[in-house]
């Protein structure tokens, strides 16, 4: 058996529905026989009636309701068709969602499925990442899995998990990534994993650049360079036990993240292990990011945008050299 | 390359004597390469004939690197490889790597290398680029916990990038010297080591002369006391410095510091390291009141007795080393102060005495001044140590 990343965000929603009967589907085109703008819900209207359900075309209505029925003890999943639109939802997730449980202590266990980041074509509102925007808010609990068991698991998590969870699922995987088997329990949320052992340099990431970095690692092997890959898993909280003792290791940080470059989760990494894990360091912490501008149609200026195998190496390298 | 020697991270080809088809023996000296060291040959692993030599001349090679290929029967390339020394590279393997992210400047450099291979542990960088004294946060993190300053990673040679000292090259130098004889520095070693190593962060310079000793010693033997001829020397140095105060001035940030006293210290040596009392106010101590707190002084250093207030303050201090026989120096002032006077070992020379017409019986002694060349410069130096020869040249004044 093969499963593709999206397959086990599919399959995850179908063992929440059929385990847990407060669980139910909320978005756009969700339901019926479409089945989602990526078919992440496919065939699910039609084995669960009456729980995943269509919405107007209006994601603050859409994380409102949610949160309503939420406070009433129900445990909503929705999916937003793309990870740029939840910016029209940004009071709800973060005015309202982020800090009810604080004012009344009653929680909100909503989960937000984003399709976030790039692909081939994509443009500016169909290609961001939308993760660091959610972390800095307090109140949420942000979510980028790299692999499709921690896409499976991580999402099951996710609906479990009392407060917020903010679950960023990389288009680009949706297809590319494929697994023999789904596990049935993954690592605890917000602890980290280490993707490859090394010994020489730490790179941080997580989602696709996760196994971008994991390219450049096996690359780099054979000039006898041996690159650890922390998979941070959740952005929030962010594991800096794991990346102070992979530093602690390799006295070399580089930290590689999808989105723009302005603060964000690597500046976050680097500012922890700078200020943590300062006697750690043989070399000043390097930083990739997309570049700061909107992101490009054109497939060749969005490769350009996008940090890939081929940038990371090089710093990779340089890094190395420092 | 072969590894050439302990310290030894790279070598320049020099010379290849060898071109493509030749016939070598083993053990044949093919390439001659240069290190910081010495011109070494490297040698034919086996018997066989040169296939192609990639090494260029002038370049440099970290150790592991391929310099070149010997076809080989079977049989001797059998016999080589159970011979293969420790370091063995996998170059051949790797690609020339398209490094975008090297400079320019470095690009043809650091190209001409990569298909050379890396060295474990680090990649090849020419040693003149930046880093050589650059000590990483994580190091240096190290070095505090183990008490250590830049003075003790001085015999280090570093293998990491433009030769800078790794954590590894540390821990290494830490495990070679556990298999040595290995004892705690003793307090007083440990604070003459620091002061020392503190003191030769500055500019320091020295000026000496030669001085005639004969009237100090006939003006020793007309005192009760017999002062030796270093605190003769350290009352000399009082006067000059009470006529010209200034000579002792510290030099801090922008300002100049001038002491309101003539304190002057003397070193004297105690079991294992130095100490030097402070002479309070010496230019206004007679002679003989010198000799009574010298006295004093030396026998509560011997018993390690003086405190530190007791050696504060001094703004110059007198080594008499002449008192092991040695006959100059070029000791270092402390770290506080700006001049260290030195007295060498007296000894007959014959002088021309120009109204007799000949050499005469003369007891002569080396006197160095040391001084930062931050606060004084040679001559304002050298004025003052002619000051002091001058004086003790007519002891009767002091």
């Given at each position: 058996m093969s499963i593709t990343y999206l397959e086990a965000i599919r399959e995850a929603q179908a063992r929440l529905l059929r385990d847990d009967e407060r669980v139910f589907i909320y978005g756009q085109?969700?339901?019926?026989?479409?089945?989602?703008a990526f078919k992440a819900t496919k065939g699910l209207a039609k084995e669960f009636p009456n729980r995943v359900l269509n919405t107007p075309i209006s994601e603050d209505a859409i994380v409102g309701t949610a949160i309503g029925a939420a406070i009433k003890g129900m445990r909503p999943i929705v999916e937003m068709q793309?990870?740029?639109?939840?910016s029209t939802a940004l009071n709800q997730i973060l005015n309202h969602a982020g800090t009810h449980y604080w004012r009344t202590?009653?929680?909100?266990p909503i989960t937000i499925r984003l399709p976030s980041g790039g692909t081939k074509?994509?443009?500016?509102?169909?290609?961001?990442?939308m993760e660091s925007i959610y972390a800095h808010y307090p109140g949420l609990i942000v979510m980028t899995p790299a692999t499709v068991e921690d896409a499976y698991t991580m999402l099951i998590d996710a609906v479990a998990i009392d407060d917020p969870v903010v679950y960023c699922e990389h288009k680009y995987l949706y297809y590319h990534l494929k697994a023999d088997k789904l596990p049935d329990k993954g690592l605890p949320t917000g602890r980290a994993r280490i993707a490859r052992e090394g010994r020489d340099l730490t790179i941080v990431t997580y989602s696709a650049m996760v196994q971008e970095s994991l390219a450049v690692a096996g690359e780099l092997a054979r000039e006898n360079l041996e690159i650890e890959v922390v998979d941070?898993?959740?952005?929030?909280?962010?594991d800096t036990d794991t990346v102070l003792a992979s530093v602690a290791r390799t006295g070399r940080l580089l930290c590689v993240g999808e989105?723009?470059?302005?603060?964000g989760a690597t500046a976050e990494v680097i500012a922890r292990v700078t200020s943590?894990?300062?006697?750690?360091?043989d070399a000043a912490p390097v930083r990739i990011n997309a570049k700061d501008t909107p992101i490009p149609y054109h497939p060749n200026l969005w490769s350009a945008h996008r940090p890939g195998a081929k940038m990371i190496a090089a710093k990779a390298r340089a890094l190395l050299k420092e | 390359m072969p590894q050439l020697g302990e310290s030894i991270a790279e070598a320049t080809i020099v010379d290849i004597k060898v071109k493509p088809g030749d016939e070598v023996a083993v053990d044949q000296e093919i390439i001659d390469v240069e290190t910081n060291k010495a011109v070494m040959g490297v040698t034919t692993?086996?018997?066989?004939?040169?296939?192609?030599?990639t090494a260029q001349l002038k370049e440099t090679y970290p150790i592991g690197s391929v310099l070149g290929y010997v076809e080989a029967s079977e049989a001797d390339a059998a016999r080589f490889k159970k011979q293969a020394?420790?370091?063995?590279?996998?170059?051949?393997?790797i690609p020339a790597r398209a490094?975008?992210?090297?400079k320019p400047a470095r690009q043809e450099k650091v190209a001409a290398r990569d298909g050379d291979g890396a060295r474990p542990g680090g990649l090849p960088v020419?040693?003149?680029?930046?880093?050589?004294s650059f000590v990483s946060p994580r190091v240096r993190a190290r070095m505090a916990e183990l008490q250590l300053t830049p003075a003790d990673l001085a015999a280090i040679t570093g293998t990491g990038a433009g030769n800078r000292v790794t954590i590894k090259d540390l821990e290494n130098f830490l495990h070679k010297i556990d298999s040595q004889s290995v004892k705690e520095a003793s307090a007083i070693r440990a604070g003459v080591a620091d002061a020392m190593r503190r003191s030769w962060t500055r500019p320091l310079s020295t000026v000496g002369s030669s001085v005639n000793l004969d009237p100090v010693l006939q003006d020793r033997q007309s005192r009760?006391?017999?002062?030796g001829p270093g605190l003769y020397a350290t009352r000399a140095l009082a006067l000059a410095l009470a006529e010209?105060?200034?000579?002792a001035a510290k030099l801090i940030g922008n300002r100049v510091v001038q002491s309101n006293s003539i304190d002057v210290g003397v070193a004297v040596e105690a079991e294992d390291g130095i100490m030097v009392p402070v002479i309070r106010n010496a230019e206004k101590t007679s002679l003989a009141d010198l000799v009574k707190k010298y006295q004093e002084l030396v026998d509560l250093a011997r018993k390690r007795r003086i405190s530190p207030d007791m050696q504060a303050g001094g703004i110059a201090t007198v080594s008499?080393?002449?008192?092991?026989?040695?006959?100059w120096g070029t000791p270092i002032p402390l770290p506080d102060q700006t001049l260290l006077l030195g007295l060498g070992a007296g000894k007959k020379v014959p002088s021309w005495d120009e109204t007799k017409k000949e050499f005469v019986p003369k007891t002569e002694a080396q006197i160095t001044l040391s001084f930062d060349h931050r606060s004084i410069d040679g001559g304002g130096a050298a004025r003052l140590l002619k000051r002091v020869i001058e004086l003790l040249e007519e002891p009767s004044k002091l």
């Open positions: 085109d969700v339901g019926g026989t479409f089945g989602g793309f990870a740029d639109f939840s202590n009653i929680p909100v074509g994509s443009g500016p509102f169909h290609s961001q990442s941070l898993r959740t952005v929030k909280p962010l989105s723009f470059p302005w603060g943590e894990g300062f006697h750690l360091l | 692993p086996c018997k066989g004939k040169i296939e192609k030599i020394p420790p370091p063995q590279t996998v170059a051949e393997e490094d975008q992210e090297v020419p040693a003149t680029l930046k880093g050589a009760d006391t017999k002062p010209s105060p200034t000579a008499n080393f002449g008192t092991f026989g040695v006959e």
